[in-house]
């Protein structure tokens, strides 16, 4: 298949979310079928210029700062997503458009990557159910201001979705909850994030970090679970087991004010870090949306996991469950004074992310690709 990728941002294997996942699978796509990828976003770097052009034709048809600007207050004035204009400028758009007739099938990697009908086989892939995640964000912790903001979106992105949905001949998400937010037509199906690293080998790692958390605490969700793991989490810990060592890792986490737990900024390798720790904990509570992959991550590096119901449910790993700070602090106990039990939990989560593979979970994505490009041939 001739396969035309619509990527509002670049994708990339060290980006965003969608990012993330759109460089995965067009990598993996490549491999049997000729893939182009067209982007209003400019590559952040040579190197993952570099990276994308070894798999795929690249068509970077970038906006300048005032056209993004105008795209996203147009889009506001009309009731429509300001992320839709801003990311997916007009001009952009028209490039894609003019990219569409050469091509077999489109997947639209997120709402904010499409503007209409391509008029061939679409599937949209919204990765999360983005007016969820919106309007969670109208009910979270940042300022009134942003949060009336954030419930406005929310309500354009709802609409949007639904506009969205007619121009798709399929819907693609990552998890069971989302998928309860958009459109029942076209149908939906549900292809969790996938797990595009190595499984450690964890034999003899000197573990020296007790409990990690890690993240980029830009994101609200991550920077609110932060600030729960050491106000309330941590202390409750310390009354079981003083001296536990608990560190923050990520981007952005030298902004967070957090007392009694050490913090690492910014680190070249998040993996470096995780294969150091005995025990991760996922204290997310649902403020966003979507799969977090950072509970993979800590699976594939031999640590055992520690999470709430909601982040455990996004994917079949085995871990601990826990929905307070006495939960997470007995479970956390329970694991590093049990070595076994830890060890053992581990080993069944690192077995387990092979189901989550970019190669399996990409078997998933081409059989709704083939069957959009065959349900509208059988049509014409």
Not at 41 to 57: C, D, G, Q
Not at 151 to 168: I, K, N, P, S, V
Not at 200 to 210: E, F, N, P
Request: net charge positive.
């Amino acid at each position: 298949m001739r396969i035309l990728v619509v990527a509002c941002r670049f994708p990339e294997a060290g980006g965003k979310g969608d990012a993330l996942r759109a460089f995965a699978f067009v990598r993996e796509l490549a491999s049997r079928h000729d893939v182009t990828v067209v982007t209003p976003a400019p590559p952040p770097s040579a190197r993952a210029e570099a990276a994308l052009r070894e798999h795929a034709v690249v068509e970077v048809r970038p906006a300048r700062a005032p056209a993004r600007v105008l795209g996203a207050g147009g889009a506001a004035l009309r009731g429509r997503p300001g992320q839709v204009g801003w990311m997916m400028p007009r001009a952009s758009w028209a490039s894609v458009l003019a990219l569409a007739p050469g091509h077999d099938v489109a997947l639209a990697v997120t709402v904010r990557s499409i503007r209409g009908p391509l008029g061939i086989p679409t599937v949209l892939d919204h990765v999360d159910a983005l007016s969820l995640n919106m309007r969670r964000r109208g009910d979270g912790p940042e300022s009134p201001l942003r949060r009336l903001a954030a419930r406005r979106e929310a309500q354009a992105l709802a609409r949007y979705e639904r506009r969205a949905a007619g121009w798709a001949d399929a819907q693609v998400v990552t998890a069971r909850e989302d998928a309860g937010e958009l459109p029942s037509r076209p149908a939906v199906t549900v292809i969790p994030a996938a797990w595009d690293g190595t499984v450690a080998d964890t034999g003899g790692a000197d573990r020296d970090i007790d409990v990690i958390f890690t993240g980029d605490m830009a994101y609200p969700p991550n920077r609110v679970a932060a600030e729960w793991l050491a106000e309330e989490i941590t202390p409750a810990l310390r009354r079981r087991r003083p001296g536990a060592r608990v560190v923050v890792v990520g981007r952005g986490a030298a902004r967070l004010r957090l007392a009694g737990v050490e913090i690492a900024s910014d680190v070249p390798s998040l993996a470096d870090y995780l294969a150091r720790a005995r025990v991760a904990v996922v204290p997310l509570r649902g403020l966003g949306t979507g799969s977090p992959n950072k509970l993979l991550e800590a699976a594939s590096s031999g640590a055992a996991v520690v999470a709430t119901s909601w982040a455990a449910a996004r994917f079949d790993v085995p871990c601990l469950l826990a929905d307070d700070a006495e939960e997470f602090a007995a479970s956390i106990e329970r694991l590093l004074r049990d070595e076994a039990e830890r060890d053992d939990l581990a080993r069944r989560a690192r077995l387990a992310i092979e189901d989550y593979s970019v190669a399996r979970t990409v078997m998933r994505l081409e059989a709704v690709l083939t069957d959009v490009v065959m349900a509208r041939s059988a049509r014409v």
